[in-house]
C-alpha cells in the first residue's frame, strides 16, 4: 500500500519525551503513531478514554451539594434529643454488627 507523508505539530519536550518512551518500547515515534492510527480506523473510535479534569469550582459545588444531602438525612434520621454518647453508642454497634 503506498504511503502518503503526514505532518504533524508537537511541543519539542513532548516530543522528545514521547521519542524516548518510544525507543523504549523498541520502536519509533512514526510506528507508534501508525499502530494509533490502525486502531482508530479498526475500532472507530479514539482507542482511549479523553476527558476533561473537573475545575475546582466543580468539585466545591459537588462536595457542598453532597454535605447538604448528607445534613437533610442527618436532620431527619437522627433523635435531636440524643446525646453524642448516645449516637456514638448507635455508630459502634453498627460497626460492630458488619465487622
Partial sequence: M???PMTIRIDSQQKAKFD???EQFGMSANTAINIFV???IRLRRIPFI???TESDED????AI???QSLRKEAETSVDPE???E???AEINAVREAKG
Fill in 2 to 4: 503506498p504511503q502518503t
Fill in 20 to 22: 524516548s518512551l518510544c
Fill in 38 to 40: 490502525r486502531q482508530v
Fill in 50 to 52: 479523553i476527558s476533561a
Fill in 59 to 62: 468539585i466545591r459545588a459537588k
Fill in 65 to 67: 451539594e453532597a454535605f
Fill in 82 to 84: 440524643m446525646t453524642l
Fill in 86 to 88: 448516645e449516637i456514638n
